[in-house]
């Protein structure tokens, strides 16, 4: 009834130290801070800050987190002990001293600005950090109580848990850099998915828990209207929130594009995975041990990305990868096996894939050989029908050559017999008669 992240059911202090569970930190510690680290980084990758002093508003944002975000869930579950007491449910404040509570919250408070002295933010960003102060407030205690004013509490959940420290994260590392094109793409963007992502997030807190607030008699969103409409505002929200993601991405490829072909090839992945271990896509689902599409992929991938970005542009940024790999280990460590499952049924579709492929090599082979060898069985038969038709054309063709080259000839012969043999005779014949003709006229 207090948080926007579904936590198992039980008891939420089993199992942890008093001061984790009178604050919750493992409902927060990684699915809040990781997201806003991300969207620092990837602020300070479009703003070309300057490492020394972006550092510093990174140390400061992730220890006034904590602060914030410790009194955020301690002032929730204060103000819920009644309600919760109503409704039978574990409340980490409950068993807390009066006392322990109030210096508790201080502290938390005392945490979450105290760091903002050595920063000295702009006032944009010291407006935002108001919001963060004074809201969670306004969402638990009355007379404001916005959880149990429908919408309003929604919008009001979504705005403190990812909307104002996103805005916050841009805010801070624009202060040392400069407000580029890519910046401020990534801004706008940043808003609508954190937006859309901090609705999906109260929403579903809401399903799971409308049972609870029903019997407590909180006008949550969900208790109010109901399932449909709850589901019809998540899928808006999944929208709002994937174009946002879509305006971080292309700011990504303008900057670092390697991180946006590498957002990609996870993409590939996920949905090559998906006929090994297939989910129903849910943007709020009705269960606390539900998958929530894009959740873990958002807590961890993204900052680990966008702080090598920042390493490969200046070395200087290096303590946030180391910083990142120290203190939240475990969930990169369970982000990384989830990975190295999806590769590994990426690799073995392949290999099927392949295999599948060199068999149907080997088949049409096969068929090709045998086709090949009903071909020359047919062949016989045509080749003679089509060499004895050929061998009579070219004998028809050869012997009408043949009489033509034959009638040719002979009337060349005749007319060079008639030409050689005339001159001769005319002569001869003249000759005879002179011959005669003197021979005989004398004697005559």
């Known amino acids: 009834m207090s948080d926007a992240t579904p936590a198992a059911p039980g008891d939420p202090t089993r199992g942890r130290s008093p001061l984790t569970a009178g604050v919750r930190a493992p409902v927060w510690w990684a699915p809040k801070l990781l997201p806003v680290l991300a969207a620092a980084s990837l602020a300070a990758l479009a703003a070309e800050a300057d490492p020394g002093p972006g550092?510093?508003?990174?140390?400061?944002?992730?220890?006034?987190?904590?602060?914030?975000?410790?009194?955020?869930?301690?002032?929730?579950?204060?103000?819920?002990?009644?309600?919760?007491?109503?409704?039978?449910k574990p409340n980490?404040?409950?068993g807390m001293d009066p006392r322990r509570r109030a210096l508790l919250l201080a502290t938390a408070y005392l945490l979450g600005i105290v760091p903002w002295a050595a920063i000295r933010p702009g006032w944009a960003a010291v407006g935002v950090l108001v919001v963060l102060v004074v809201l969670p407030l306004l969402y638990s205690v009355p007379p404001f109580r916005l959880k149990g004013r429908g919408i309003l509490g929604v919008l009001a959940d979504a705005t403190n848990a990812h909307l104002a420290p996103t805005a916050l994260a841009f805010l801070l590392m624009v202060e040392v850099g400069r407000a580029t094109g890519a910046w401020t793409l990534a801004f706008v963007g940043g808003l609508a998915w954190s937006t859309g992502l901090g609705i999906r997030g109260i929403l579903t807190h809401q399903v799971v828990d409308r049972t609870n607030?029903?019997?407590?008699?909180?006008?949550?969103?969900?208790?109010?209207?109901?399932?449909?409409?709850?589901?019809?505002?998540?899928?808006?929200?999944?929208?709002?929130?994937?174009?946002?993601?879509?305006?971080?991405?292309?700011?990504?490829?303008?900057?670092?594009?390697?991180?946006?072909?590498?957002?990609?090839?996870?993409?590939?992945?996920?949905?090559?995975?998906?006929?090994?271990?297939?989910?129903?896509f849910h943007p709020v689902p009705d269960r606390s041990d539900a998958w929530m599409p894009l959740v873990e992929f958002?807590?961890?991938?993204?900052?680990?990305?966008?702080?090598?970005?920042?390493?490969?542009?200046?070395?200087?940024?290096?303590?946030?990868?180391?910083?990142?790999?120290?203190?939240?280990?475990?969930?990169?460590?369970?982000?990384?096996?989830?990975?190295?499952?999806?590769?590994?049924?990426?690799?073995?579709?392949?290999?099927?894939?392949?295999?599948?492929?060199?068999?149907?090599?080997?088949?049409?082979?096969?068929?090709?050989?045998?086709?090949?060898?009903?071909?020359?069985?047919?062949?016989?038969?045509?080749?003679?029908?089509?060499?004895?038709?050929?061998?009579?054309?070219?004998?028809?063709?050869?012997?009408?050559?043949?009489?033509?080259?034959?009638?040719?000839?002979?009337?060349?012969?005749?007319?060079?017999?008639?030409?050689?043999?005339?001159?001769?005779?005319?002569?001869?014949?003249?000759?005879?008669?002179a011959v005669a003709w003197i021979w005989w006229h004398p004697i005559n």
């Open 55 to 88: 550092l510093a508003r990174l140390a400061a944002m992730v220890v006034s987190g904590i602060g914030l975000a410790a009194a955020m869930h301690l002032v929730n579950d204060w103000a819920d002990i009644g309600a919760d007491a109503a409704a039978t």
């Open 92 to 94: 980490a404040a409950a």
């Open 213 to 280: 607030d029903r019997i407590a008699h909180v006008g949550t969103y969900v208790v109010r209207r109901g399932r449909r409409p709850t589901v019809r505002l998540g899928w808006a929200a999944l929208v709002g929130e994937l174009v946002g993601l879509g305006a971080v991405l292309v700011a990504v490829a303008a900057t670092a594009p390697w991180v946006a072909a590498t957002f990609g090839l996870y993409l590939g992945l996920w949905l090559l995975d998906r006929r090994w271990a297939p989910r129903p």
């Open 298 to 433: 958002y807590e961890v991938w993204p900052v680990v990305l966008f702080s090598v970005a920042l390493c490969r542009t200046d070395l200087a940024w290096w303590p946030l990868p180391i910083a990142l790999g120290v203190g939240f280990a475990p969930v990169i460590a369970k982000q990384s096996r989830d990975l190295a499952r999806i590769v590994g049924h990426v690799l073995h579709d392949a290999r099927a894939l392949l295999a599948q492929i060199g068999w149907s090599i080997v088949v049409a082979a096969r068929r090709a050989r045998v086709a090949v060898l009903r071909a020359l069985w047919k062949i016989p038969p045509a080749a003679n029908w089509l060499w004895w038709r050929l061998r009579n054309a070219l004998s028809w063709a050869g012997w009408r050559v043949v009489n033509a080259v034959a009638w040719i000839g002979w009337r060349t012969r005749n007319a060079v017999a008639w030409i050689w043999w005339h001159p001769i005779n005319s002569l001869w014949w003249g000759v005879r008669n």
